[in-house]
């Protein structure tokens, strides 16, 4: 079975910075990829970013470019969200998700993991 886990969240003041990991187990090979998702008090689910974790090609959502950087670490079945120059419209829930193939949409992924809580004091 594939299995996430997210961790790495926690309360850090405008400006500062966190990063998120996501390890994923149950891939017999490096063919997936896997997403980060984030959903705040009242709002939808959106993306933030995605890497193929065979040939690394990204994605990063475009109010989040220059702030946020996607990356992996295959051998140790990891995937990092290094999240800086936070602001307090990125407080959400964080979640990591993996499917077979990059894409944008949560639906692509059907392999989700239990969010962790980022907070941005203001």
């Known amino acids: 079975d594939v299995q996430l886990q997210a961790s790495g969240g926690g309360l850090v003041q405008t400006g500062g910075s966190l990063r998120l990991s996501c390890v994923v187990s149950?891939?017999?090979?490096?063919?997936?990829?896997i997403a980060w998702f984030r959903q705040a008090p009242g709002k939808e689910r959106e993306a933030v970013s995605c890497i193929d974790a065979s040939d690394g090609h990204t994605y990063i959502a475009d109010t989040m470019k220059g702030r946020f950087t996607i990356s992996k670490d295959n051998a140790k079945k990891l995937v990092y969200l290094q999240m800086n120059r936070l602001k307090p419209e990125d407080t959400a829930v964080y979640y990591c998700?993996?499917?077979?193939?990059?894409?944008?949409?949560?639906?692509?992924?059907?392999?989700r993991g239990q969010g962790t809580l980022v907070t941005v004091s203001s």
């Open positions: 998700a993996a499917g077979n193939y990059l894409a944008r949409m949560l639906n692509e992924y059907p392999y």
């Open positions: 149950g891939f017999s090979s490096d063919d997936y990829a």
